[in-house]
């Protein structure tokens, strides 16, 4: 499939190490966050979304965190497997806003 | 349920040529929007629907005509193709119910333009 995102920061890790991707957004009135994966060649797919009454959120093999003080929003994959390689976008928002802005991505390689 | 189809996979035009790319959800979302996504960026908006009938510019809408005549269905228009065109666009969609919600994407359509 074609690649996404030629220039993408990449975080390579070991097959069952935990992984964290990071995300930073300016828009202090944001108050819903989002992760989606996207496959090469494919559409992003949801992961797991938070909104600011919270700081943390869980899914399955995936936690996101959420520090509205600096502005932080971070994606941690548990014991990571190939299956979790892709590119990683976060994305904001807020409300009577009708759309997501997104990040830039982040490439995460998992090394068998 | 297909979810978001996207017709076609995979176009290549000639600079001025016209084009409509097709997105049809079957979740019955209100809202429907179209990105592109160029290699090293984001995905960014182009137009959003918060309802058939209704339309809006969303980042980068210069180019681009949208129409939005079923709920189900959200058509992207390109007048006059130019080479900076050449993308991938996605269409998605979500739940409206007075806030906002995760988008579900379709797989894309790979434009070239030449």
């Known amino acids: 499939g074609e690649s996404v995102g030629l220039h993408l920061p990449t975080l390579s890790v070991q097959e069952g190490d935990n992984s964290i991707i990071n995300c930073a957004y300016s828009?202090?009135?944001?108050?819903?966050f989002i992760w989606y994966k996207q496959e090469s060649g494919k559409g992003p797919q949801f992961i797991i979304d938070?909104?600011?009454?919270?700081d943390k959120r869980q899914g399955q093999r995936v936690t996101v965190l959420l520090n509205k003080t600096v502005k932080h929003l971070s994606l941690q994959i548990a014991a990571t497997q190939p299956g979790d390689s892709a590119v990683y976008f976060c994305?904001?928002?807020?409300?009577?806003?009708?759309?997501?802005?997104f990040g830039s991505g982040t490439r995460l390689q998992v090394q068998p | 349920n297909a979810g978001v189809t996207q017709t076609p996979k995979f176009r290549v035009l000639k600079t001025g040529q016209s084009m409509t790319l097709l997105c049809a959800q079957d979740?019955?979302?209100?809202?429907m929007y179209w990105y592109r996504q160029d290699p090293g960026m984001g995905l960014r908006l182009i137009h959003y629907?918060?309802?058939?009938?209704?339309?809006a510019k969303g980042e980068v809408p210069d180019g681009y005509n949208v129409s939005r005549l079923k709920k189900q269905n959200f058509l992207l228009g390109l007048e006059s193709a130019a080479p900076s065109q050449t993308s991938v666009y996605f269409c998605?969609?979500?739940?409206?119910?007075?806030?906002?919600?995760?988008?579900?994407f379709g797989p894309g359509t790979r434009l070239t333009v030449t």
């Open positions: 998605a969609s979500s739940y409206s119910l007075g806030g906002v919600y995760e988008q579900y």
């Open positions: 828009n202090s009135a944001s108050d819903y």
């Open positions: 938070i909104r600011s009454n919270m």
């Open positions: 994305a904001e928002s807020y409300t009577g806003r009708r759309a997501l802005t």
């Open positions: 979740m019955n979302h209100e809202y």
């Open positions: 629907s918060v309802g058939e009938g209704t339309t």
